[in-house]
């Protein structure tokens, strides 16, 4: 009697787990994680009314196929997932349904390949409210990045801003190095030579024809001009530079490594000296320093990288320790060959 009593018990809490199944495999994520829950809960209690035996061991097998494919599902859904945050929380439920369908004996070898690519694409993930505060990191598109140039790297992407139209993103490494204006003539951006590579050469390069569709064209591929920076960077140290006493702004935050690329493309990275008297040279000029903050950034060193121009001054680019500095000799430094690029894309929505 009793054995037929805990059979009965049994059958029904699979009907019920399969019904649950049915209906969340009938919904979109998050709609269907309720459903989902409820499944797993009399899946739980079905595989727990048998300590062995072959009721037990279906009930484990049902299980493990269904915690396999949600695992699965999981992944999918962390591909599409821009924001890293949200990709985190996928994976993460990856992993928690691929430990439960391997403790249900399930082969998910499959999945754990799939599952330690997608980690290892998104492997650092940044909460930009939290106590490590920094940007997020988006991957999106891919371009040469090794030595040689062979081979295709995913292009890490900083997000500046989330707004309504789209996600601001700038390249987290410096990519290339491309002179301003080749010519030399002081033009509107449009008319850079810089501006025809963004939006020819390396929009071509670096994103497939589906990529491209979800690039704001109006915007297509830029580069940050001197006033974002107050907007998208903690900037609250300024100063004067040089004997002209060109107006800079000192920040970490601004400071970008080149990739091997980059650096075999000669882009600058000049490390800064200090002389006998204790004065910092940034090329062959005194830099004064409004506090010690200042001066504690020539210790650390990255690359030269563009900003976009404005009307006053026409030469424009962050340093290799991260100083933004506007320049009036236009000509001769928008010619400069060994300033590198960290392109800018709005990112359409889906």
């Given at each position: 009697?009793?054995?037929?009593?805990?059979?009965?018990?049994?059958?029904?809490?699979?009907?019920?787990?399969?019904?649950?199944?049915?209906?969340?495999?009938?919904l979109?994520?998050?709609?269907?994680?309720?459903?989902?829950?409820?499944?797993?809960?009399?899946?739980?209690?079905?595989?727990?009314?048998?300590?062995?035996?072959?009721?037990?061991?279906?009930?484990?097998?049902?299980?493990?196929?269904?915690?396999?494919?949600?695992?699965?599902?999981?992944?999918?859904?962390?591909r599409?997932?821009?924001?890293?945050?949200?990709?985190?929380?996928?994976?993460?439920d990856?992993?928690?349904?691929?430990?439960?369908?391997?403790?249900?004996?399930?082969?998910?070898?499959?999945?754990?390949?799939?599952?330690?690519?997608?980690?290892?694409?998104?492997?650092?993930?940044?909460?930009?409210?939290?106590?490590?505060?920094?940007?997020?990191?988006?991957?999106?598109?891919?371009?040469?990045?090794?030595?040689?140039?062979?081979?295709?790297?995913?292009i890490?992407?900083?997000?500046?801003?989330?707004?309504?139209?789209?996600?601001?993103?700038?390249?987290?490494?410096?990519?290339?190095?491309?002179?301003?204006?080749?010519?030399?003539?002081?033009?509107?951006?449009?008319?850079?030579?810089?501006?025809?590579?963004?939006?020819h050469?390396?929009?071509?390069?670096?994103?497939?024809?589906?990529?491209?569709?979800?690039?704001?064209?109006?915007?297509?591929?830029?580069?940050?001009?001197?006033?974002?920076?107050?907007?998208?960077?903690?900037?609250?140290?300024?100063?004067?530079l040089?004997?002209?006493?060109?107006?800079?702004?000192?920040?970490?935050?601004?400071?970008?490594?080149?990739?091997?690329?980059?650096?075999?493309?000669?882009?600058?990275?000049?490390?800064?000296?200090?002389?006998?008297?204790?004065?910092?040279?940034?090329?062959?000029?005194?830099?004064?320093?409004?506090?010690?903050?200042?001066?504690?950034m020539?210790?650390?060193?990255?690359?030269?990288?563009?900003?976009?121009?404005?009307?006053n001054?026409?030469?424009?680019?962050?340093?290799?320790?991260g100083?933004?500095?506007?320049?009036?000799?236009y000509?001769?430094?928008?010619?400069?060959?060994?300033?590198?690029?960290?392109?800018?894309?709005?990112?359409?929505?889906?």
């Amino acid at each position: 009697m009793f054995d037929a009593m805990k059979r009965h018990r049994y059958n029904k809490l699979i009907r019920s787990a399969k019904k649950y199944m049915r209906i969340s495999a009938a919904l979109v994520w998050p709609d269907a994680e309720t459903s989902a829950k409820i499944a797993e809960k009399y899946l739980d209690q079905a595989i727990a009314l048998y300590d062995s035996g072959e009721l037990r061991d279906r009930a484990m097998a049902l299980a493990g196929e269904y915690y396999r494919k949600n695992a699965w599902k999981a992944l999918d859904r962390s591909r599409f997932v821009i924001v890293s945050d949200m990709a985190k929380a996928c994976l993460e439920d990856a992993s928690e349904y691929l430990d439960k369908a391997e403790q249900c004996g399930s082969d998910v070898k499959r999945e754990r390949y799939q599952y330690d690519a997608e980690i290892k694409k998104r492997a650092i993930l940044y909460d930009p409210h939290g106590e490590d505060y920094g940007p997020k990191e988006i991957l999106f598109g891919s371009y040469p990045q090794s030595a040689d140039g062979n081979e295709k790297s995913l292009i890490q992407w900083d997000l500046l801003d989330d707004t309504i139209d789209g996600l601001i993103l700038i390249s987290k490494y410096i990519l290339d190095a491309v002179p301003y204006q080749e010519s030399g003539e002081n033009t509107s951006w449009r008319e850079t030579s810089l501006c025809h590579w963004l939006n020819h050469d390396f929009l071509n390069t670096a994103f497939t024809e589906e990529e491209r569709e979800r690039i704001d064209p109006e915007i297509g591929v830029a580069i940050l001009s001197y006033g974002n920076l107050w907007h998208y960077y903690d900037t609250n140290e300024r100063g004067w530079l040089g004997t002209r006493g060109e107006d800079c702004i000192f920040s970490d935050t601004l400071m970008a490594e080149p990739t091997a690329y980059a650096l075999s493309k000669s882009v600058f990275n000049k490390h800064f000296t200090e002389d006998m008297a204790g004065n910092i040279w940034v090329d062959g000029e005194d830099v004064h320093f409004n506090s010690a903050s200042e001066k504690e950034m020539y210790d650390r060193t990255g690359a030269f990288w563009w900003l976009m121009r404005d009307s006053n001054y026409c030469g424009t680019f962050v340093t290799a320790s991260g100083v933004a500095r506007k320049t009036p000799y236009y000509s001769d430094t928008a010619k400069r060959t060994d300033i590198g690029v960290r392109p800018v894309i709005m990112l359409k929505k889906e």
